[in-house]
């Protein structure tokens, strides 16, 4: 959350992988609407993920979106260049869940 008078334009966010120089990279519009989008559910094979995806899923089919479901080999790794350049090509959004 941010803090009181600032908006997401200020925020920064820390990439959790062991960059030694850190990219800067641009933000990506938010969506308006979900209705009609194709958002990205990628489970990252950590215990429970998929159920804390399931329940992400039935809000989105509420919101009209539809839902496509990608899982990561290892939570130990970052995804796959081809997996990752899958979810790109055909999804407008996506989700990471991170459960336990």
């Keep these: 959350m941010s803090a009181p008078g600032r908006?997401?334009?200020?925020?920064i966010l820390?990439?959790?992988?062991?960059?030694?120089?850190p990219a800067?990279?641009?933000?990506?519009?938010?969506l308006e609407s979900l209705s009609g989008k194709t958002v990205g559910?990628?489970?990252i094979s950590k215990p429970r993920g998929d159920l804390f995806l399931d329940r992400i899923e039935a809000g989105l089919n509420a919101q009209g979106a539809t839902v496509r479901?990608?899982?990561?080999?290892?939570?130990?790794?970052?995804?796959?260049?081809d997996?990752?350049?899958?979810?790109?090509?055909?999804?407008?959004?996506?989700?990471?869940?991170?459960a336990d």
């Design 41 to 43: 559910l990628l489970d």
């Design 69 to 81: 479901r990608y899982q990561k080999p290892t939570f130990t790794k970052p995804a796959p260049a």
């Design 24 to 30: 800067a990279r641009a933000r990506v519009p938010r």
């Design 14 to 21: 820390l990439d959790p992988t062991a960059e030694t120089h």
């Design 83 to 98: 997996l990752r350049a899958e979810i790109a090509n055909q999804c407008d959004a996506v989700i990471e869940a991170l």
């Design 7 to 11: 908006n997401s334009q200020d925020r």
